[in-house]
């Protein structure tokens, strides 16, 4: 859990630069600047020139850069916000730009791929902390973030052994101030359980509906039709940005696939019993899965939840939020 040691009333950072302003990006430019106390100024830059227009129009940013270089120009702390995938490449653009004790950080949703393809591409005199804010939605772009995202949700930190202590105080500081609550793990670990609890449901939303489309015509329109509860949720979450995802199952592949052997042999057990008319042994499952949902609904309310105490930030389901 962090303790923000640093003064409240001075920011962390002199220039805090955001490196790709879509959903989280942006989210961490409003919330950063809605603290107050994270960094004096938030410079961005985008790839996209359409991304970068936006994030002016908005404005939302203390700057907004035409050029990698020009934003990490004088940064005291750099945050990778784009795709998984790019984050070797950026940081080897833009190594040579970065300050003499410089924090970088990301907020990918995978943690061994990227320390493997960002920590080579470091220069020595800057400190690497990767990160992962467990916050967000199906939403891509500037328009989709919001400073409150990172309320009351956990924000994991996964430095290597050796990492300097006043680098991860710091950043574990700039996130506290956004709301989040911040835990230090091992990245192994961080991966196999967002494996479970992110990447396989994202998976299985994008095979159920697929599936559902992979019908005669006159089904796929009842299916839109009818769709309501379930179906409707799980076409929110397959309705997420398919570089991202790809991104994330091409770089958490081995835990991804662990997860995805234990799924099909729960699943094949499952179709076994309804094949066989194996009632009670159904009904005692849906028990344990219905215990499951309870405890995780008490963890939530107790904040012990790997999602946060306020997981559903105070929004509907439709909304991304839970409807409990
Ligand atoms: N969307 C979500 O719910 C969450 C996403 N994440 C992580 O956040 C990262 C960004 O995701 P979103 O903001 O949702 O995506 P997004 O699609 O809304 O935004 C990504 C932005 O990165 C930019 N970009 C692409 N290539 C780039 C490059 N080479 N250099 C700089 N910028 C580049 C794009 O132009 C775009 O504006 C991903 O790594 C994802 O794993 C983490 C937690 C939650
Ligand atoms: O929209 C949803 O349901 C999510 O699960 C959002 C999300 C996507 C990726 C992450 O790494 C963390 C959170």
């Avoid at 990301?106 to 992962?132: L, N, Q, T, Y």
């Avoid at 946060?308 to 839970?322: C, F, L, M, T, V």
């Amino acid at each position: 859990m962090s303790s923000d040691q640093f003064p409240q009333d001075e920011p962390l950072f002199r220039r805090l630069a955001v490196i790709g302003c879509g959903n989280i990006g942006s989210s961490v430019v409003r919330a950063v600047r809605a603290a107050g106390n994270g960094a004096a100024h938030v410079a961005v830059f985008d790839p996209d020139p359409e991304v970068r227009a936006r994030v002016r129009e908005l404005g939302i940013a203390d700057s907004v850069q035409d050029s990698l270089a020009g934003a990490v120009e004088g940064a005291d702390c750099v945050v990778l916000c784009s795709p998984v995938r790019t984050y070797g490449a950026i940081t080897r653009e833009m190594g040579p730009h970065l300050a003499e004790g410089a924090i970088l950080t990301d907020v990918g949703s995978v943690k061994m791929a990227v320390v493997k393809d960002v920590a080579p591409e470091v220069p020595e005199r800057v400190h690497f902390v990767p990160g992962h804010p467990v916050a967000g939605t199906e939403k891509s772009g500037p328009d989709a973030g919001f400073a409150e995202l990172f309320h009351g949700r956990y924000w994991l930190l996964t430095p290597e052994e050796g990492t300097d202590a006043g680098a991860v105080a710091r950043v574990e500081a700039l996130w506290s101030r956004v709301g989040a609550i911040v835990e230090v793990m091992d990245a192994a670990y961080h991966d196999k359980v967002l494996a479970l609890t992110s990447h396989l449901p994202h998976l299985i939303a994008y095979t159920i509906v697929g599936t559902a489309f992979d019908v005669e015509e006159q089904e796929r329109q009842d299916v839109i039709r009818f769709s309501a509860g379930g179906f409707r949720d799980f076409t929110r979450i397959a309705g997420s940005d398919p570089t991202m995802w790809r991104d994330i199952f091409l770089t958490n592949k081995d835990a991804v696939l662990e997860m995805l052997q234990r799924f099909t042999e729960d699943l094949t057990a499952l179709q076994r019993q309804i094949r066989y008319g194996e009632g009670d042994k159904l009904f005692d499952f849906f028990s344990r899965t219905r215990d499951v949902r309870r405890r995780v609904v008490e963890a939530h309310q107790e904040g012990t939840s790997p999602w946060g105490p306020d997981a559903n930030g105070g929004k509907p389901a439709s909304e991304g939020g839970d409807p409990e």
